[in-house]
DNA sequence: GTTCTTTGTCATGCC
DNA sequence: AGGGCATGACAAAGA
């Protein structure tokens, strides 16, 4: 004991019964290490320094210290805790992300031949006589001008309610190299079905160009595009804009949809379609009109000189010019603008889909986050709390050595049962009966209540 | 036969 | 005003 007893007499009886606080911890800090039954201030841990790493991480991650420990986060919740709300997860990284629906026309063939526009391929290809008969439209097409196929494609939107039948005839006739395109490739709406475009688009010199040619003749929705030859001249526009980059994409685009798996084994393309597709798609390739969609097989009916693709992707002023400058029946019309509509929501759908997927995947690692985040808060929790008692007990033995050392005015010692330590808020320490505090303490607590409630 | 998933479509609202 | 986009809801097809 190295406080000397007059010391607290003093205090105690001089000043009446105040105690200030300093003299308080001046008490304290001269107190021996193992004083207080072995536990002084130094016992007491600093504030755990995970705590304050705590606070400050708290405070960084903008959490509710006790919400962030209480509460569980929801889907919803953990999406707001973005910033600005949108997505930090980068979709592209997350996922495939083939966000580019609109491959470019033309963009990347695969068939050669396509880089020798207006080349006579019989020159070029070394390939025996029936081969030749079976190569594709497409294949044959290259060294026909332009504006040949302009021709034809007004012909075809002449043939509102020309028998197709009597179509199919001239291809045959024709031995399936009439002027039909077949491969141009990345014209599709969807990434999936856009390299399945690429694939299908690249035929080159497989063995199954004989059951392609079959699709070849299927290729524009309109579908039916006869020997140039055997047309009439209709009207000739080729100066309009639209009307040639059309023809020219007539020439170059494939319009065949679904190609047969083994002829895309056999191209170039590394793309391959998934074991799924494969078996559905396979399933019906027997059946021709079944790999039409609605929209190609209405369209096939209808006789629309464009394909699906082309009426979905074309820009609004093709599409509007399209509309006035060909002579279409007004249920071709709303046919097509009924496809472009399908069609740009289906692109829209499957955006749509992939934003929520990727949504929901950057959620769940902000829930994965905030658990370790509350896991992180938990334990900061219990050591405050251990610190805390260690506080308690160090003030609890801190109290009974004080009032075993008071003495009153008589010289005797003070009931501790009777008096009290009441610290004061301007840092006074006074010695108290107990009904005072106790008294003091309900009209504190009264009065803080009343605050609260105003 | 039931359930789940995928995909296309429609309706609607917003820009 | 018209077109495009986004999205919820529904239905069909397939696994």
Redesign the pocket.
């Known amino acids: 004991m190295t406080v000397s007893f007059v010391f607290l007499q003093r205090h105690l009886n001089g000043t009446g019964t105040s105690l200030s606080l300093e003299d308080l911890f001046q008490l304290l800090s001269s107190q021996p290490e193992n004083s207080l039954e072995g536990i002084s201030l130094g016992d007491i841990p600093p504030f755990p320094g995970s705590i304050n790493d705590g606070m400050n991480s708290s405070a960084h991650y903008d959490v509710n210290f006790s919400q962030a420990i209480s509460h569980d986060v929801n889907l919803h919740e953990a999406m707001l805790l973005c910033p600005d709300n949108t997505l930090r997860r980068d979709p592209v990284a997350r996922t495939s992300q083939p966000q580019e629906p609109f491959l470019q026309f033309n963009s990347h063939t695969t068939n050669p031949e396509q880089t020798l526009p207006g080349t006579n391929l019989t020159g070029f290809l070394p390939v025996v006589d029936h081969q030749m008969r079976n190569l594709t439209s497409q294949d044959l097409l290259h060294g026909l001008d332009i504006n040949i196929f302009d021709e034809i494609n007004l012909m075809s939107l002449a043939t509102e309610g020309f028998d197709p039948m009597e179509l199919s005839h001239l291809f045959e006739e024709s031995d399936s190299d009439s002027g039909l395109s077949l491969n141009s490739s990345q014209n599709s709406t969807?990434v999936?079905?856009s390299n399945s475009s690429v694939c299908e688009g690249a035929i080159g010199s497989s063995s199954d160009l004989e059951s392609l040619s079959q699709h070849a003749l299927e290729g524009a929705v309109g579908g039916y595009y006869p020997e140039p030859s055997k047309l009439c001249h209709v009207d000739h526009r080729s100066d309009s804009g639209f009307h040639g980059d059309l023809a020219f994409q007539h020439i170059l685009h494939n319009h065949t949809y679904h190609l047969e798996p083994s002829a895309l084994e056999s191209t170039s393309q590394s793309f391959s379609w998934p074991e799924?597709?494969q078996?559905?798609r396979s399933?019906?390739f027997n059946d021709t009109d079944r790999n039409l969609?609605?929209?190609e097989r209405r369209a096939k009916a209808l006789h629309i000189p464009f394909s699906v693709d082309e009426i979905v992707r074309?820009?609004?002023d093709s599409?509007?010019s399209m509309l006035s400058k060909y002579y279409l029946t007004d249920r071709q019309v709303s046919l097509i603008?009924?496809i472009?509509?399908?069609?740009?929501?289906?692109?829209?759908?499957?955006?749509?889909?992939k934003?929520?997927l990727d949504?929901i995947l950057n959620l769940e690692d902000d829930v994965c986050n905030l658990k370790a985040k509350k896991e992180t808060l938990k334990r900061e929790r219990v050591q405050c709390n251990k610190a805390i008692n260690i506080m308690k007990q160090k003030l609890h033995y801190l109290y009974h050595d004080i009032f075993s050392r008071l003495r009153d005015e008589e010289g005797r010692p003070v009931n501790p049962n009777q008096y009290a330590v009441q610290c004061n808020h301007d840092g006074s320490v006074l010695i108290i009966p107990k009904e005072l505090v106790t008294s003091g303490n309900k009209k504190e607590n009264q009065k803080g209540k009343r605050e609260r409630r105003n």
């Open positions: 969807s999936t079905k799924k597709s078996k559905i399933r019906h969609s609605r929209d074309m820009p609004v599409f509007n603008r009924d472009r509509r399908r069609g740009k929501n289906k692109v829209a759908a499957q955006n749509c889909r934003r929520k949504i």
